[in-house]
């Protein structure tokens, strides 16, 4: 993938208490092997197909409040990739038929952006949809330091490696259950919030 001078989000540093937490999830385009040669090769753009964003109150357990999951078409590589279509169970009729062009898709995004205290998500998913509005010529219109990758605070607070705290796997790490298809951006949201409502009752987060 060409490179984009796209800064990494910062790590979240405490667990918030209170206020609304927007959890960002999102499915980029892939295939076999890309995530281990991280993209490398100058067509494996990271454009964003699926877009999952939760609102939760930190001071409420996370429970949900609004949450939207918006289809998004790619345009470098429209096509998806056996790959992908089997990772998420999205498939190119379903995404020819239900996608959104992707500015159309910011302006249903930007009133769950803008209520939320801070955004939140489990790795590089704010670096990457800031990655495709610069793709896209599309400006980014939630700056400032309310966006943070919680991954790094979670490995500390559970001491497990981070290549383990997959959004999907996280209610299995913390004994519940969240059904539906993992891999499909809204509910792993739901499984990120089911988790840390359950650590914040143990105590833990």
Not at 47 to 69: H, M, N, P, S, W
Not at 119 to 128: E, M, R
Not at 190 to 201: D, E, G
Request: hydrophobic share 45%; aromatic share 10%; glycine share 8%.
């Amino acid at each position: 993938m060409p490179t984009l001078t796209v800064p990494d989000d910062p790590p979240l540093v405490t667990w918030p208490d209170r206020g609304l937490i927007g959890i960002l999830d999102l499915e980029y385009t892939a295939w076999e092997g890309s995530a281990k040669r991280q993209w490398s090769e100058p067509w494996e753009w990271r454009e964003i197909v699926q877009v999952g964003v939760l609102l939760v109150d930190a001071g409420r357990a996370f429970a949900a409040t609004d949450g939207i999951e918006i289809l998004m078409q790619p345009t470098r590589n429209p096509v998806l990739s056996e790959y992908f279509v089997s990772l998420t169970g999205i498939t190119q009729e379903h995404l020819v038929s239900k996608a959104r062009q992707f500015t159309e898709a910011l302006d249903d995004l930007s009133s769950l952006f803008s209520a939320a205290d801070l955004v939140v998500f489990n790795g590089y998913d704010g670096a990457i949809l800031r990655e495709n509005c610069a793709m896209n010529g599309v400006a980014f219109r939630w700056g400032g330091d309310r966006w943070y990758n919680f991954r790094p605070l979670l490995a500390q607070t559970l001491n497990v490696p981070q290549q383990e705290l997959i959004s999907s796997d996280l209610p299995d790490l913390a004994g519940i259950r969240v059904h539906g298809r993992a891999h499909s951006a809204l509910h792993d949201c739901k499984a990120i919030a089911a988790a840390f409502s359950a650590w914040r009752a143990a105590g833990r987060l």
